[in-house]
């Protein structure tokens, strides 16, 4: 009969510290799940964190703690959501409210983004002029061409704008080519924003400056003065390709969260059936 009681001593005092356990962990969850009902959802993870770290084997608690912290992320996501749909509201009458300075040109026969240009660069308006073009798609992605055609090939593949002492050059480009027309040599290259030497950023810091010079650099370079129209559509292609750049944003961050609504509802639905 002794050797039975000394058995049941340690089984009792498991038994105690396992009803503690549970006991403590529930306490665990109710703070949880009052930070969640009070908006507090960081708080509220933290807490059922604690249990899963503390209490490993308070099962049914633990076990209430997933389904409530998939009722966190979906209240996270739900809110997050709302914020970008406000968010987007604001950009696209941003977009509105300039997008008519622009000229939007778009074949649809084989381009399925656009490009936006300054009226005053359309090619039509521009040729036989050497010049700095800028442009920005539909998706925000602004970039620089530069044209010449002054007569007598130079293989230009960077340009370098300056005023007085300061000034940004491109580095050499990826993408130029040279063609014809009517029979004169024109050379283009292209700069994208970030791969531009900091062109676009340093026309839009000097946008009200006389005089930039703008120089073609190839075997040997060419120099002129830039338009001042030229500039101030770098300028204000700058700007819409700001609003179009945060817009597409915006749209990959709401895609990110509906697809994240969609796991958590499914998950949510499995725990329902099981």
Known sequence: M????????????ALS???????QAGQLFQRAEAAYAAGEYSL????????????????????A??????????????????????????KQAALDSIKGKFVLEKDTAYQEVGNYFYPTQVVEKNIGRSFLRAQVSELGEMSLTSIYCAGGSIHHTAVKVSVDDT?????????SYETTDLGRPVEKADYKLGNDGGVIAFLVANRDKKN???EFIGDRNYKTVMHP??????????????????IEEIKKEQKEANLKIKFVKRKMEENTEE
Not at 65 to 85: H, N, V
Not at 167 to 175: C, G, M, N, R, V
């Open 2 to 13: 002794k050797k039975i009681g000394l058995l049941l001593v340690p089984m009792a005092l």
């Open 17 to 23: 510290a396992c009803q503690n356990g549970e006991k």
């Open 44 to 63: 509220a993870k933290l807490q059922i964190d604690s249990i899963r770290t503390l209490y490993p084997k308070a099962f049914e608690v633990r076990k």
């Open 65 to 90: 703690g997933i389904k409530l912290m998939q009722q966190i992320d979906l209240a996270e996501q739900t809110k997050t959501l709302a914020y970008l749909d406000s968010m987007m509201t604001v």
């Open 167 to 175: 000034f940004a050059e491109t580095p050499t480009s990826i993408d």
């Open 212 to 214: 930039i010079r703008l």
């Open 229 to 246: 129209n030229d500039v101030k559509a770098v300028a204000e292609l700058s700007e819409l390709a700001r609003v179009l750049s945060a």
